[in-house]
Nanobody, 123 residues
């Protein structure tokens, strides 16, 4: 049983920083991509960032490029999202997801999802 658990959300002021963590467990294959998505109230869930299985290839949405950094520690089966210079429009529930059996950095068709962690940016 694959489990995906996000931590690190919270309330932060505009311009501040947060780091999200996502720990995965339970029979995940070696080749997998890990990604972050978010969903704001009244909006559809959107892709934020992803990293490939080895950690040497990443992709970001245009809205977070240059402010967010995704990384992973395969020894811990953990992926991180460092979020800097946060803006009110970054307020959302952030979800971690895993897509198995891929070498690249996909933006969709993820197999396993966490329950989400709330990030609120106040002005």
């Amino acid at each position: 049983q694959v489990q995906v658990v996000e931590t690190g959300g919270g309330l932060v002021q505009v311009g501040g920083s947060l780091r999200l963590s996502c720990a995965a467990s339970g029979g995940i294959s070696s080749f997998n991509a890990m990604g972050w998505f978010r969903q704001a109230p009244g909006k559809e869930r959107e892709f934020v960032a992803a990293v490939n299985w080895s950690g040497d290839s990443t992709d970001y949405s245009d809205s977070v490029k240059g402010r967010f950094t995704i990384s992973r520690d395969n020894a811990k089966n953990t992926v991180y999202l460092q979020m800097n210079n946060l803006k009110p429009e970054d307020t959302a529930v952030y979800y971690c997801a895993i897509r198995t059996g891929v070498l690249g950095v996909p933006k969709d068709n993820y197999n396993y999802w966490g329950q989400g962690t709330q990030v609120t940016v106040s002005s």
